[in-house]
């Protein structure tokens, strides 16, 4: 097993040697407009798995991902020439779901503030549900001569 370290150097120059080889270009009409996002390594170096998003339609990914799983082939040869490692590892292109879930979280945050706004805007006109002051008062009692038998903080203190 490999240097975690070592893998990771490795999946970083797989990521940089694939997206220069995407940016000059395949000769698919079908790739799109795609972004190389991640890149992991095996621990043996023997597998890499290469996270990609494509800008665009359902359709357009569609058609992105059957011209990457074409230019597989292609593309391992490329890495194999341009690292120092005695086997090439093989490329699985994975599509990421980063816009997917940055969508997801995007709506969940608009759908939360909405609800704040919604409760400050009943917090502003609430009522109490009972008293408004819910502290319990000092009792009040009769002494047997008829005096008010309350207790004042000054009386309390001696």
């Given at each position: 097993?490999?240097?975690?370290?070592?893998?990771?150097?490795?999946?970083?120059?797989?990521?940089?040697?694939?997206?220069?080889?995407l940016d000059k270009g395949l000769r698919d009409p079908r790739?799109?407009?795609?972004?190389?996002?991640?890149?992991?390594?095996?621990?043996?170096?023997?597998?890499?798995?290469?996270?990609?998003?494509?800008?665009?339609?359902?359709?357009?990914?569609?058609?992105?991902?059957?011209?990457?799983?074409?230019?597989?082939?292609m593309l391992r040869s490329e890495v194999g020439r341009n690292?120092?490692?005695?086997?090439?590892?093989?490329?699985?292109f994975i599509a990421d779901a980063i816009p997917e879930n940055?969508?997801?979280?995007?709506?969940?945050?608009?759908?939360?503030?909405?609800?704040?706004?919604?409760?400050?805007?009943?917090?502003?006109?609430?009522?109490?549900?009972?008293?408004?002051?819910?502290?319990?008062?000092?009792?009040?009692?009769?002494?047997?001569?008829?005096?008010?038998?309350?207790?004042?903080?000054?009386?309390?203190?001696?």
């Amino acid at each position: 097993m490999a240097d975690p370290a070592r893998a990771r150097k490795m999946a970083d120059r797989i990521k940089e040697i694939v997206a220069k080889r995407l940016d000059k270009g395949l000769r698919d009409p079908r790739l799109g407009f795609v972004t190389i996002t991640d890149v992991r390594v095996t621990g043996d170096l023997q597998h890499a798995s290469i996270f990609y998003t494509v800008y665009g339609t359902d359709e357009e990914r569609q058609d992105s991902a059957k011209a990457l799983k074409a230019a597989t082939g292609m593309l391992r040869s490329e890495v194999g020439r341009n690292i120092t490692a005695r086997l090439t590892p093989s490329l699985e292109f994975i599509a990421d779901a980063i816009p997917e879930n940055a969508e997801h979280i995007s709506a969940l945050l608009r759908e939360a503030q909405t609800r704040d706004a919604e409760t400050a805007e009943f917090a502003a006109t609430a009522e109490y549900a009972g008293e408004a002051d819910p502290y319990v008062k000092p009792r009040e009692y009769q002494d047997d001569d008829g005096a008010d038998g309350r207790v004042d903080e000054a009386d309390a203190s001696r």
